[in-house]
Nanobody
Framework: VQLQASGGGLVQPGGSLRISCTAS????????IAWFRQAPGKEREGVSC????????YAVDSVKGRFTISRDNAKNTEYLIMDHLRPEDTAVYYC?????????????????????WGQGTQVTVSS
């Protein structure tokens, strides 16, 4: 059971990037993925989440209107689509889920409950 995050890279300010979170060992369809990021010297912060289970969602103020989430259940993958990127978006981005077989949860799960994490993918926004 694992999540694999990929698709990070170097992008200029104002550019776009799509990062992926692919699940293996379980079917992503009913599970909620939350996206986090951690910049150098800063704490990990929740970025965005959209739950297919109960419709709950959140986005940190700094990404509202710029980041969206989509999902391809056939590929067992969720995407974080990042537009109008800014230098302050530079961070390692993680996806995570609270996986309890037979149960499903929305976006408002305490951080310490997330038990499956992707390995992180670096996003650097710089000219």
């Amino acid at each position: 059971v694992q999540l694999q995050a990929s698709g990070g890279g170097l992008v200029q300010p104002g550019g776009s990037l799509r990062i992926s979170c692919t699940a293996s060992g379980f079917t992503l369809r009913s599970y909620t993925i939350a996206w986090f990021r951690q910049a150098p010297g800063k704490e990990r912060e929740g970025v965005s989440c959209l739950s297919p289970f109960d419709g709950s969602s959140y986005a940190v103020d700094s990404v509202k209107g710029r980041f969206t989430i989509s999902r391809d259940n056939a590929k067992n993958t969720e995407y974080l689509i990042m537009d109008h990127l800014r230098p302050e978006d530079t961070a390692v981005y993680y996806c995570a889920t609270y996986l309890v077989p037979g149960s499903a949860y929305g976006c408002y799960v305490p951080l310490d409950k997330y038990n499956v994490w992707g390995q992180g993918t670096q996003v650097t926004v710089s000219s």
